[in-house]
């Protein structure tokens, strides 16, 4: 599949999210997009200390429930990750569903998850909808930075805003479509840049903190 460069046309954007999702994962600020996931083999890398279910009282206030985030361990290294409440009324949006990598670059450890699938009513799944819409939708990536000490889990996402500042005043660095806040640039150029500026970047909110759930 060939993308337009940026610069050269506007990509409508049909995101494979939940917007919602987007919201409590990054803050109230945008997080930035990826079009290209930041695992490869050389760089993926299994903690098996995130395994298990945890809380985050952010992300409880969000949705004003309770919510359990349950890790598992997938194939090839991935993780699936289901954030779910524990009591739900018909039409919430009762499950969403993510595929995730841990990667090291740079001496960081990053996370890359991209949504898979979400329950949004009692029996009507996001992986239902008929083909003449799944055709429109693209799967894209969020990365943050994440350090597992003892039982908790901390989160940072990348700002978009920060991003975009970042490029307007180095725009050879990255090809990013500031309408959907999405970068295009290819995988091998992504992890370049978290090994040279995953240290530094800006944060989209105050860190996202899990908590081990007895």
Not at 55 to 72: C, K, P, Q, R, Y
Not at 112 to 130: C, E, S, Y
Not at 180 to 188: A, G, K, N, P, T
Request: negative net charge; contains cysteine.
């Amino acid at each position: 599949m060939t993308f337009p460069r940026k610069g050269t046309v506007t990509i409508r954007v049909m995101l494979l999210v939940v917007l919602a999702a987007l919201v409590v994962i990054g803050g109230c600020d945008p997080v930035t997009l990826f079009l290209e996931p930041i695992e490869s083999s050389e760089v993926r890398i299994r903690e098996d200390a995130i395994l298990g279910r945890w809380t985050s009282e952010g992300l409880s206030d969000f949705f004003d429930n309770d919510m359990i985030v349950a890790i598992d361990g997938g194939r090839r290294g991935a993780y699936t990750i289901n954030i779910s409440q524990k009591e739900f009324e018909p039409g919430d949006i009762n499950d969403l569903i993510f595929n995730s990598y841990l990667v090291t670059l740079g001496n960081r450890t990053f996370i890359d998850i991209v949504q898979k699938d979400a329950l949004l009513k009692i029996g009507h799944r996001l992986n239902d909808l008929p083909d003449t819409i799944r055709r429109h939708t693209l799967p894209v990536h969020i990365v943050g930075r994440i350090d597992v000490e003892g039982e908790t889990i901390t989160v940072e996402w990348l700002s978009a805003e920060w991003l975009q500042e970042y490029l307007e005043a180095h725009p050879a660095e990255l090809e990013y479509l500031k309408e959907s806040l999405l970068v295009i640039s290819d995988r091998e150029t992504v992890q370049n840049f978290l090994v040279a500026h995953g240290k530094e970047w800006a944060t989209s909110e105050e860190p996202w903190i899990f908590e081990r759930v007895e």
